[in-house]
């Protein structure tokens, strides 16, 4: 049926922007309304496909939004007011930009005739937004709309990256027919197949190579089955980047462990023995430590990677498509003995992470919770980790099996945990969905536990609680200045997320802690639990 004169003149430009995002399978919002933001957020409120989930600070909405792309390829929006609204998002864009992740943010401005003068709450959007962001714009004319969000989305999408519109309120209100707009194709995602030269000259530098080894990073992460199968063609052992633990089993045979500052020793033996790194979606990054003298096959799908590390051979191109490529041309090996040795030292690694989790130590060490989670937390778990001592005894110690996880890379943020379970929850409502972090990266985002609560998100909160900023005690230590500032006075986190509605338990000695996670993954609530633990670590 053809709509009314007045109901086409209701349609307004926010209405369209929602209907349009919608359409491109962009329903998921995160802020906190405001009055430059109200049309906006009316147009959500009307469209029965999308979902504005209120948080209780603009960051947690960004850290979300950039958790959000982390964990499932799909883009979140950040849905926020002009001036403080807008600069709160600040820290989870940049994390969203550092990692590459796709993000939306849709920000209010004010009215189009207060621009200059200094209307409230009104900042330069365009120049605050410009280091954070492929793709970021003013909408000044309701007949553009249509086409910046477009091309917004492309940008985020293509260029993996944060892509900001400001919006002033009294443009998201205008008239607009959807029919009449221009538009641009958003792409739901690129893969990029490496050219026959670059494939062939990889095949031709793998075939050279006596001991090869093979380096996942998070790019391949969608790519383990292209890994692993060139793994067993070439006889050559699996290390990864932090950010790739997991992508396979830890006790698949091919797999070493963590390369660099919290890796396996056998990892580091490996890559310091062999002769050709094949780099796979990794970014090189000094944690991941690989030597500069070392030859490198790389492949990603970011040409501007390509080149960071001394290269033998650069493959632009998708991991899983090129691997794939590359794995039916080279030569496949005899067995050399790698799997035998790998799986001696990996027996040794075991072992020794079960000497260090020690079950009667008080307070409890976190090589025993982990060793406890790792035990206890179901297989596929979503895990959501946050940044500080938590995410150093994660890495080192943890044991993954079909759990995925997400964190905050080069940016190292603290906080990010509970926003990313949040995000978690809501894009996979059927998993049991696990937050691990610290009490001082609990601490900064905490308010949003009754968020978890608000919106019905079952999710368990590990918080490790030593009552210090322990990473940067550590940090002191190392460097040779005496403890200060990284004491933390805590609230009774248990007690605390019982007041917000959720549960609340307190685990002060050992033998407490498996039976206190097996009773939280049955909880089909937001539960807490508050973790005594020892801040030291090996002294």
């Not at 985020?156 to 443009?171: E, F, K, M, T, Y």
């Not at 033998?312 to 794939?324: H, K, M, P, Q």
Request: glycine letters at 8%; charged letters at 20%; proline letters at 6%.
């Amino acid at each position: 049926m053809k709509k009314t004169t007045s109901e086409e003149a209701a349609t307004t430009v926010a209405d369209v922007l929602v209907s349009e995002l919608a359409a491109w399978g962009v329903t998921l919002y995160f802020g906190i309304p405001g009055a430059s933001s109200l049309p906006l957020v009316d147009a959500v409120r009307k469209n029965p496909d999308a979902r504005y989930i209120v948080v209780r600070h603009e960051q947690t909405a960004a850290l979300a939004a950039s958790a959000y792309n982390k964990f499932t390829g799909k883009i979140a929006v950040c849905l926020t007011i002009a001036g403080p609204g807008a600069t709160n998002l600040a820290t989870g864009l940049y994390d969203a930009k550092e990692d590459r992740a796709s993000v939306l943010a849709l920000s209010g401005q004010v009215k189009t005739q207060y621009a200059g003068p200094g209307g409230i709450q009104e900042i330069d959007q365009d120049a605050f937004f410009r280091p954070i962001t492929v793709f970021n714009n003013t909408v000044a004319d309701p007949a553009t709309a249509v086409k910046l969000l477009t091309r917004a989305l492309r940008y985020a999408i293509i260029n993996r990256g944060v892509a900001q519109l400001s919006l002033p309120n009294d443009v998201q209100r205008e008239p607009l027919e959807p029919a009449y707009c221009e538009r641009e194709t958003c792409l739901p995602e690129v893969r990029v197949a490496p050219t026959d030269e670059a494939v062939g000259a990889a095949v031709a530098a793998i075939d050279g190579a006596a001991r090869p080894v093979i380096l996942a990073g998070f790019g391949a992460m969608n790519a383990a089955g292209a890994v692993l199968d060139l793994a067993k063609t070439i006889q050559a052992p699996i290390v990864t980047t932090f950010r790739a633990k997991g992508i396979l089993p830890d006790d698949n045979e091919w797999v070493a462990g963590i390369h660099g500052q919290l890796g396996t020793p056998h990892a580091l033996t490996l890559v310091l023995k062999s002769d050709l790194v094949i780099a796979c979606g990794t970014s090189f990054s000094d944690l991941t430590g690989v030597p500069e003298e070392k030859r490198a096959v790389h492949i990603d799908i970011d040409p501007l990677q390509l080149g960071k590390h001394p290269l033998e051979v650069g493959v632009w191109g998708d991991c899983a498509i090129a691997l794939s490529r590359i794995r039916e041309l080279v030569r496949p090996r005899d067995d050399s003995g790698i799997r035998q040795w790998l799986a001696e030292k990996k027996q040794e690694w075991r072992e020794r992470l079960d000497q260090e989790a020690d079950p009667d130590a008080v307070p409890i060490r976190p090589p025993y919770i982990m060793n406890v989670l790792s035990g206890t937390l179901p297989e596929d778990a979503v895990i959501s980790l946050d940044v500080g001592e938590n995410l150093w005894w994660f890495g080192r110690n943890f044991r993954m099996k079909r759990q995925r996880f997400a964190m905050s890379g080069y940016l190292g943020t603290m906080g990010l945990g509970l926003p990313g379970a949040i995000a978690a929850k809501l894009a996979y409502p059927d998993a049991t969905v696990v937050c691990i972090t610290g009490d001082g990266g609990f601490s900064m985002v905490m308010a949003d536990f009754v968020t978890a609560v608000k919106y019905d998100l079952p999710m368990i909160v590990l918080v490790l609680n030593n009552h210090e900023l322990a990473m940067i005690r550590e940090e002191q230590r190392e460097a040779g200045y005496p403890p200060y500032g990284t004491e933390l006075k805590n609230p009774d986190f248990a007690a605390f997320a019982e007041a917000c509605g959720g549960a609340g338990i307190r685990v002060t000695r050992p033998e407490e802690l498996a039976g206190a996670v097996t009773t939280a993954v049955q909880m089909n609530k937001p539960v807490l639990i508050d973790i005594e633990t020892d801040p030291k670590r090996f002294r």
